[in-house]
DNA sequence: CGAGATTACTTTACGCGATAAGGAGACGTG
DNA sequence: CACGTCTCCTTATCGCGTAAAGTAATCTCG
């Protein structure tokens, strides 16, 4: 269910998404009421509100008090739109970080953590067909400039950076999708799994047998303080968060 | 948009999931033509023939040679439905890793990793809420008996389980999504970047300038040999999958 | 054996999504 | 002023999940 950006006309996508000049001027017809920029703020306005799935042709153009088929006249369709809502919104982020590599890697992933929990619907664009726009290239050369200190071959470079991003992407996914089912059903993840426990152990009355590691874990975690002000998966996203980065980022330090 | 799961009456799907005796015996009414099985069968048939998106009661009902409103006398509603595909997918997976941790864990991750190939669709169910199956639990626990052997303490073990999930989903679903995108627009990568690239040029004229180290990058892979046979974007996620899957191992290793 | 309760499954219908098709009116140029 | 062009609207189609209500099959009980 992944939304596919990158799908459409490119010589029509490309020039709106590098911004080329309009080349527009003297036309007969009524004038335009409303322009590309306008209708991808609204856009992504909606997304960050109501998530991609509230992110319909109606809410944008009911957004800016016309109808869905209005946009029609400024982007070919839906999925042109997000391309350039995805990249549009990825000027948020710096394109520079100074000091030693672990710093600056460590710098990149954190504000596109905060970036992707702003932006969640970000997070439904694949990648696999990437959009190309200029914004998206500036933040890959950002990192690319960070992992320049690590003296690694291209292939390396290539795998970390394929592995910083999706472990970046999951991490914060996991985040922001638990605070949108919390948003959704309205149970908390602690309704959530109050509402469970005890129907796991009624069902499978030999959980502690069958899955000795997995209660020891839990008990581990018994004796650990617990952050009441943080819904449980968040933080448990946010812990993996920063402790597999430190461990990849060792891993990369092994390398060199 | 990811498809979220355990949302439903956990008194009615906690059952289902863990098998729990039927008692039901000796009822009025016509004999059921037929059962959750069958249906949760031909589900993973359509999603892994049509992808999530091809997912709808219909095409189950279809496949099964009856209406979509007939499956709601077995399963509650597709959500329901989509967790015992979920679950019942992941019996697929080994139970139990042998051998040195650093083996048993990269075979964990082969395994998973191909799995995801062979059930995409598996990929867009979100983790927020985990299902709560039995089989997704055995995964786990094999996982947690291969990291046995790193002596981690169980906060850090913990994030290392989140790290590895995500990696291999986000590399897999990298692979899975770029095959998926070649299926359904009928373009190969490389007819996908032919198209492309010579309007980045010409949109872009000063990349080279703007971009030096991704035009590095570009060219480092120049000199490297390529493997005609697999997609581009396939191969280059099989590649992070690999190397990214060992630097993450030596992190854990420095941790220990 | 027939009546009534209960269950399986169907048909129909609703609201919402993207967007094709075609029409109405606004505007620049001849 | 009229024509061609462009914007924006209305309308319509198809597919989705599933609510509602109807029909028919099969049990238990008298």
Redesign the interface.
Known sequence: ????A??GD??RS??L??R?PDSSAGHPGPKPALNVDVIVDAAIAVADAEG??GLSMRAVGERLGCTAMALYTYVADKSALVDLMYDRAHAELATDYRGPWRAAVTAWAEDLWAFYLRHPWVL?V????PV?G?HE?DV??AL??AL?GTGL????????V??L???V???A??SA??R??AA??GLSDDD?WY??SP??S???PDFAE?????C??E???AG?PVNETVPY?EN??R??F???L??????????M
């Open positions: 269910m992944a939304v596919f990158a799908q490119p010589r490309m020039p998404l590098w080329a991609m799935a439904t694949s990648q696999a067909r190309l200029p290239f890959l050369e690319l400039r320049r071959s291209g292939r390396e470079v290539r795998s970390v394929g592995t991003s999706h472990f992407r999951g991490a996914q996991m999708e638990s949108q089912a959704a059903t959530w509402a469970r129907l796991l009624e069902v499978a069958r899955y000795p590691e997995i020891w874990l008990a581990e975690r650990e998966m448990e996203a812990e993996t920063e402790v597999g430190s461990i990849l980022l060792d891993g990369v330090s092994a390398r």
